[in-house]
């Protein structure tokens, strides 16, 4: 038994030299050969390492929403671009204050309701004449919207009471207009103008980090009555829920319940507003880009087909070229089996050496993402396997057939070709 498992360690490590010997006796055509399977590996691996840093960096950005926490708003995170889809969100109707209002009087499994309403892509002017883009949120928020949220006051403090009642001109700034308005001074006291009105700084929000490599972090936020007073009641509202442990889904529930009610929703029908949670947020965006997953996943495979006919075609010449050669090896008592383990060998080698290079180039190219949204970098291990299975396979199924008929010259007529 150890005798015939020696032979076969042997044999197989002589077709491997062998077949070594042939790629890097016909270099020029075995890079050729390789550059096909390198591009179809690349195209696969690169597109889902780009997939796997977007989730990644959903995963790590979506944590804003915290444990057991959920947000609800009128449109979907993503959607589908389906223009009937799409004209039938845009239609939903506002969440309003009263709704939100009634969510936070009868969820009786919420630790938290925090309302919010926002309007955007405002200038932020510190006292010294700096400004920032225009491009800053100033969100009315209660108290409660802090808890919701996860926030963390880094410097200052949160409203008071009497500040969220009398809506006082306070407002507690995020990282960013921090960071652009008082990168080297105490924020603290000062005083901002955001559409012609002051504001004095309370405090600031230790920042999350972001969704996307998006700024999330650019906001200001004011008491509730104070934004009502400077941009009127009718808003379009949006909360976050922090649900008791243990009972996020139960919650979930029994808020798209009230929120139902509240909204006239009919019994049978779909919800006319959307919750956003940690999952749910990954689930959809894994729905957004199925297709385009596997849009790529088909064109690569075509690209590793026609590679895989292009190794056929090289393996069959290199088998009339190495005729003699074979004639030779027959003649001095090489087996079928020999032979065609060499050139099995060499079929799966090129093909390998392809998968490794379009592996390498597909895992810098896909980081390319991670460096520019300022994500970690991966190294999606699953799909690394499946590519080196997937270019064995192809070696083996398009280089049996040159093996075979090199395994089946006849060594007389081999010794005779010139």
């Known amino acids: 038994m150890s005798r015939a498992v020696e032979t076969l360690v042997h044999e197989i490590s002589e077709g491997l030299r062998m077949a070594v010997s042939a790629v890097r006796t016909n270099k020029l055509r075995s890079i050729l050969t390789l550059l096909g399977i390198a591009v179809g590996v690349f195209s696969i691996i690169g597109v889902m390492t780009a997939m796997g840093v977007l989730i990644n960096s959903i995963e790590t950005g979506m944590t804003f929403l915290g444990a057991n926490t959920f947000q609800v708003q009128r449109t979907p995170s993503f959607q589908t671009g389906d223009p009937k889809e799409m004209v039938k969100i845009m239609n939903r109707k506002k969440i309003t204050y009263d709704q939100v209002l009634r969510v936070k009087e009868n969820a009786s499994l919420a630790k938290a309701v925090g309302m919010f309403c926002y309007t955007n892509d405002k200038v932020v002017v ?6 920032t883009n225009p491009n800053v949120g100033v969100s009315g928020r209660d108290i409660e919207s802090f808890l919701a949220n996860n926030w963390i006051i880094e410097e ?33 006291g000062q005083n901002i103008r955001v559409d012609g009105r002051r504001y004095q700084v309370i405090g600031t929000v230790k920042a999350k980090g972001t969704v996307l490599g998006g700024g999330d972090e650019s906001f200001v936020l004011i008491p509730l009555v104070t934004f009502f007073n400077i941009y009127g009641r009718d808003q379009e509202f949006s909360f976050k829920v922090q649900a008791e442990p243990q009972v996020l889904d139960d919650c979930m529930e029994q808020v798209t319940g009230i929120l139902r009610v509240a909204r006239h ?30 849009g790529i996943i088909i ?22 070229e190495r005729t003699r050669e074979i004639g030779i090896r027959k ?3 090489a087996k079928r089996t020999n032979i065609m383990t060499q050139f099995v060998f060499e079929a799966i080698l090129l093909s ?31 799909w690394v396997a499946i590519g080196f299975v997937t270019c064995s396979i192809v070696g083996i199924i398009f280089g049996v057939y040159p093996a075979w008929k090199a395994a089946n010259l006849d060594p007389i007529d081999s010794l005779r070709y010139e």
């Open 126 to 131: 510190a006292e010294d004449g700096k400004k």
């Open 156 to 188: 200052g403090r949160l409203f008071s009471q009497p500040e969220m009642n009398s809506g006082s001109h306070v407002a507690i700034l995020g990282a960013d207009v921090v960071k652009k308005l008082y990168s080297k001074s105490d924020p603290i």
């Open 265 to 294: 929703v009919p019994p049978g029908a779909e919800d006319d507003f959307s919750i956003v949670s940690n999952d749910s947020m990954i689930s959809q965006f894994n729905e957004f880009t199925k297709y385009l997953r596997l």
């Open 299 to 320: 064109v690569s495979s075509i690209a590793l087909l026609a590679a895989g006919v292009g190794i056929m075609n090289i393996m069959l010449v290199s088998v009339t």
């Open 331 to 333: 003649a001095i008592g």
């Open 352 to 382: 390998e050496i392809g998968g490794v290079f379009g592996i390498i180039l597909g895992i810098l190219c896909g980081n390319i993402i991670a460096f520019s949204l300022h994500a970690e970098p991966i190294i999606p291990y699953d």
